[in-house]
């Protein structure tokens, strides 16, 4: 069967993010599917409609006008220094995927080629803090509303990465979503949503990435031959600001204690004050530097997720303020695999000394995808 896969895959710095597309497009391929990606720009579409709204300067101070100077500058920077991560050179070497670029009229005009359509996984479905008008073209696109009726449309672990959605996005996506064949959510919240758009045959399922065995990811770093280093070390993996800063700083205090070395990855264009243990790795050095740390810490689900993969020490630095909502995603974790997640505060930081050695099975985990990709194949 010819499958086209919507879901976010143009990041320069979020490992998790590219490395899920990977995994749910091998996974097919290795169950005998012609599987690739489509490659649809989401930004675009954000790009246009910000453009078309203009900027209203009245609304604006002049604190303001100089933290969007100030994250102008970081993100250039920024952008700078990811090519060193060598994200598209992972891309055009290991995704097959479509030679253009899709904005939402493109899909609708000459969809892509396919017997179906996968959306997911990742958090293809948040649109808890968007705006309905600027994000109905996103939306229609990762609710699949292009193609003709012939086509298969299943959702593979999407996320909503929140507990509730507004009123107007539930009866929005409600005809969308009953169109799917098969639905299935990272997340045990997703299902809930799921049946207030009266789909009560959601099911849960793993992340993508915990599809493929540990030793198709170790092939990944291997073949590459990336060096890991000589010391004991723990590893920093860091994406955005919503988080306690000063955990950070008494990591590295700790770490120092017990004779580790700080190897700091961060990622959705965050800086702080501890660039000078900043590493810019490739996808196939971050799974090494994964596979071979003392410790990890992270505030990332898919940093979790390979914690998990490799069998490492981890724990979870929370998000705080305006994306506490994300949590759930650890909690989920938590409960699917039933191994309790450790969650480190500027207080209790030692726990990096108590962590245990995960020891979950991924293979318990069974559901009607593969059934209904056979029955859809026929």
């Known amino acids: 069967m010819k499958i086209g896969i919507m879901t976010f895959w143009n990041a320069e710095d979020n490992y998790g993010q590219i490395l899920q597309c990977y995994a749910l497009q091998k996974y097919l391929i290795n169950l005998g599917h012609d599987a690739y990606l489509i490659?649809?720009?989401?930004?675009?579409?954000?790009?246009?409609?910000?453009?078309?709204?203009?900027?209203k300067l009245k609304y604006l101070n002049i604190i303001k006008i100089i933290k969007i100077i100030i994250l102008k500058i970081k993100i250039y920077l920024a952008k700078r220094k990811n090519k060193m991560r060598k994200f598209h050179e992972f891309k055009e070497k290991y995704i097959k995927q479509t030679d253009i670029t899709y904005l939402y009229k493109d899909l609708k005009l000459k969809p892509p080629d396919a017997d179906a359509y996968i959306v997911g996984s990742d958090q293809v479905w948040n649109f808890s803090n968007a705006?309905?008008?600027n994000a109905r073209n996103n939306l229609h696109a990762f609710f699949l509303d292009f193609g003709n009726n012939n086509i298969k449309r299943f959702s593979y672990a999407a996320s909503f990465c929140s507990k509730v959605l507004p009123k107007e996005f539930i009866n929005e996506i409600t005809p969308l979503l009953q169109r799917f064949n098969y639905v299935s959510v990272r997340e045990q919240e997703g299902l809930e949503i799921c049946r207030q758009c009266s789909i009560s045959n959601a099911e849960l399922v793993i992340d993508p990435t915990f599809l493929l065995k540990a030793e198709e990811y170790r092939s990944l770093y291997l073949n590459e031959n990336v060096k890991i280093p000589n010391r004991p070390y723990i590893l920093l993996y860091i994406l955005g600001y919503s988080i306690n800063t000063k955990v950070i700083k008494n990591i590295i205090k700790y770490a120092k204690l017990l004779n580790l070395q700080i190897i700091y990855i961060t990622g959705h264009y965050r800086f702080d004050k501890y660039y000078r243990y900043y590493y810019y790795a490739t996808i196939p050095e971050w799974l090494g530097l994964i596979d071979n740390a003392e410790i990890v810490i992270t505030n990332s689900f898919h940093g979790c997720a390979f914690s998990l993969i490799f069998n490492k020490k981890f724990a979870v630095i929370p998000f705080n303020k305006k994306l506490e909502d994300q949590n759930s995603r650890f909690n989920s974790l938590s409960e699917l695999f039933q191994y309790k997640i450790n969650y480190i505060t500027e207080n209790n930081y030692d726990i990096v000394s108590k962590l245990d050695i995960p020891n979950v099975s991924?293979?318990?985990f069974k559901n009607n995808f593969n059934k209904i990709l056979r029955e859809s194949d026929k």
Do not use: P, W
Request: charged residues 30%.
């Open 39 to 55: 490659k649809y720009d989401r930004h675009g579409e954000s790009q246009k409609k910000m453009i078309q709204g203009g900027f």
């Open 131 to 133: 705006n309905l008008q």
């Open 362 to 364: 991924f293979d318990l």
